[in-house]
């Protein structure tokens, strides 16, 4: 069953295909207070303040009363209470009516020029899309002072091959623009000009840098709903080498891409400036360049393997997806979501894109190699290609051979060197004090470490075990579980405890 509500129009509501009647006015403008501020916690007193110009003493009575109704109106409404005011969570629909119809006082009238920019805005996106010069110019003559769908109007004028006429929009808005606010055209508006002049042919498409999408991407629903539902705005994926970061933030932007209409970026290495502006067309510059040519636009932009310093980069109204190793708290304003293995499920349904039935056939087997190799997808996917290449070949086969080699002092198949790649990433990394620990701790071969067991393997007080095994932590080669207490996973186990001093694959 689904609830929907618009505040477009009249604030409506509709269950399934079905319009739910909502009651009084100052019922609507409770629930339209709410979904004017969708996820977030209300205190009893800001809520009255918005429905209510010059509130009673008995408002606060009569918004219980108004919740009290909503909720039997909308039982399945995720509508609480929490410490003397309320939150609200639901699904919005846009349109494009007058916002907050029938309602009025100061908030909602502050409320609906907001609504009204965004709807503006929205359809400038929808615009941008399409660049059909006929709407461009009834959108422009509906909003003369607007320079951003003018210069959508002149850029289309010049892809249609009319680089006259599109000039000519040029010298319209700046007279309007004269007349009306005594003002010039804006950089945007004045760059744009100079590019038909010059007849630019960097005008004639955006930037479109996105990898392919991998075909056998598998799973992460749960991360790609935090990320999706976390944009626009700077999204970080943390997570050790070969855990599929990458692979997540081109999938996550190939699906949302059609949000950001200017184009997409796909940035690595150490020249973020200047990959950023050659995308955009620009000969040169630093991140404050970056920051005025970018503005106003929409953008998807995915900075990979990412160090420090994107802070500078970033725009209003822009997605950033970061990849990077370590989670870099050090950077503001960025929602971290954490890349691990595959679930065990996920293992299951990756190795059955390639291998089939034979998967199903050793379901047990299968599950025991995906545990070996701790879920990691680009594990995985090595030995998935060389089972695929071995059509006579079983997963017994391999756990054997990975038995008889860890025997003779190896952890898994001698053709290790792309399975082994993450770890001998990590590994180059890590200072002395760290790669001991690590060591330590993987012959073992347990599944946990305490900071005590740490210090009883370098010998040193627990404090500073503490800190070596906060370092680990910060690379995902052990996974802190509660204060003091770290996993460690089996990939990790089998090739530090083992092969950490016989390398060569």
């Not at 004017?36 to 303040?49: A, K």
């Not at 003559?141 to 010049?158: N, Q, S, T, V």
């Amino acid at each position: 069953m689904s609830l929907r509500f618009s505040l477009m129009g009249p604030v409506r509501a509709w269950r399934d295909d079905r319009e739910v009647p909502l009651g009084p006015r100052q019922q609507r403008a409770v629930l339209a207070a709410l979904l004017l501020n969708n996820g977030t916690w209300l205190p009893n007193e800001q809520l009255v303040s918005m429905v209510w110009d010059d509130p009673t003493p008995s408002a606060v009575t009569a918004l219980r009363t108004y919740v009290y109704k909503l909720r039997r109106t909308f039982p399945e409404l995720d509508l609480r209470s929490v410490d003397g005011g309320y939150s609200l969570h639901a699904e919005l629909v846009l349109g494009e009516d007058e916002p907050l119809e029938g309602l009025r006082g100061r908030y909602f009238d502050a409320q609906r020029a907001r609504l009204r920019e965004q709807q503006v805005r929205a359809r400038e996106d929808r615009l941008r899309r399409s660049l059909d010069v006929h709407e461009l110019r009834r959108f422009v003559a509906d909003h003369p002072l607007r320079e951003r769908p003018r210069g959508l109007l002149m850029y289309a004028l010049f892809r249609d091959g009319r680089q006259a006429e599109a000039l000519e929009e040029f010298h319209v808005a700046r007279r309007v623009l004269r007349d009306e606010l005594g003002v010039e055209p804006g950089p945007e508006l004045r760059e744009m000009h100079q590019a038909i002049l010059l007849g630019n042919p960097r005008l004639l498409g955006k930037p479109e840098q996105l990898p392919p999408d991998l075909a056998d991407f598998t799973g992460r629903a749960r991360e790609i709903d935090e990320i999706v539902a976390a944009l626009p705005g700077v999204v970080g994926l943390a997570g050790l080498h070969g855990s599929g970061k990458t692979a997540l933030a081109v999938h996550v932007a190939h699906r949302i891409k059609e949000r950001y209409p200017d184009g997409q970026i796909f940035v690595r290495g150490d020249d973020v400036a200047g990959q950023l502006l050659r995308a955009i067309g620009a000969d040169g510059g630093d991140a404050a360049t970056w920051r005025e040519k970018a503005r106003h636009k929409r953008l998807l932009v995915i900075i990979d393997d990412v160090t420090s310093g994107v802070q500078d980069f970033v725009t209003p109204g822009s997605a950033y997806l970061l990849t990077s190793v370590p989670r870099l708290n050090a950077l503001p304003g960025v929602h971290w979501v954490k890349v691990g293995g595959f679930t065990p499920d996920e293992s299951l349904r990756f190795l059955r894109t390639g291998l089939g039935a034979r998967v199903d056939a050793e379901i047990a087997n299968a599950q025991e190699l995906a545990d070996a190799l701790s879920h990691m997808p680009s594990a995985l996917r090595v030995l998935r290609g060389k089972i695929a290449a071995r059509p006579m070949w079983t997963f017994e086969m391999v756990l054997q051979q990975m038995a008889r080699e860890r025997a003779l002092g190896g952890a898994i198949p001698s053709d290790c060197a792309a399975v082994l790649s993450p770890l001998v990433r990590a590994r180059a990394a890590l200072t002395p004090v760290e790669e001991l620990a690590i060591i330590g701790i993987a012959q073992r071969d347990a599944d946990r470490v305490t900071v005590a067991e740490a210090a009883e393997v370098l010998d040193a007080e627990p404090g500073a075990a503490e800190l070596v095994l906060e370092a680990l932590a910060d690379v995902h080669l052990i996974e802190p579980v509660v204060l003091g207490v770290y996993a460690v996973p089996r990939f990790v186990r089998l090739y530090f405890g083992v092969r950490a001093t016989a390398l060569a694959c």
